[in-house]
């Protein structure tokens, strides 16, 4: 699973919006620190990052409707088999220029790789692409 480029979040279909939701309660969970190629920059940067990420997509899931526990809204919460994260783990990592959003990988290649991922599942979504340069 990959995190979809933020850009895409509010047009991702039903589907892939609950499913990037259980992927980030997974890497936040057990999942945290295993290594899978298309994830493998998440590790680079502190949970923090992730969690800011997440955060995103569950607002978009509340602004649809859908139910979020709000345990997830605790930015160390890992799941329920889980200990919380640290302080000092939490934070520790690779920063992010503030200037960019979530990942500096979510560039403007990996946004195109994630629409080809969606239109090779039938999905197509059209964005404006000089608004999200």
């Known amino acids: 699973m990959r995190l979809w480029h ?4 509010p047009h991702l279909p039903r589907q892939q919006l609950l499913g ?3 992927e980030c309660c997974a890497l936040r969970g057990n999942g945290w620190n295993k290594r899978h190629s298309v ?11 992730l969690f800011l990420y997440h955060e995103a997509i ?3 899931m509340e602004n649809r409707g859908y139910n979020v526990d ?8 890992r799941g ?5 994260f640290d302080r000092e783990v939490f934070t520790k990592g690779k920063h992010i220029d503030k200037n960019v959003l979530f990942y500096p990988e979510h560039n403007e290649h990996y946004l ?5 991922n969606l239109l090779g ?6 964005l404006d692409r000089d608004q999200h340069k």
């Open 6 to 9: 933020e850009t895409l979040i």
């Open 20 to 22: 990037q939701h259980r």
């Open 39 to 49: 994830v493998n920059y998440v590790f680079e940067y502190p949970p923090e990052q």
């Open 58 to 60: 569950m607002k978009e």
């Open 70 to 77: 709000p345990l997830w809204k605790n930015a160390e919460y």
């Open 80 to 84: 329920k088999k889980c200990d919380p």
């Open 112 to 116: 195109q790789e994630c629409i080809d």
């Open 121 to 126: 599942k039938n999905i197509h979504i059209n």
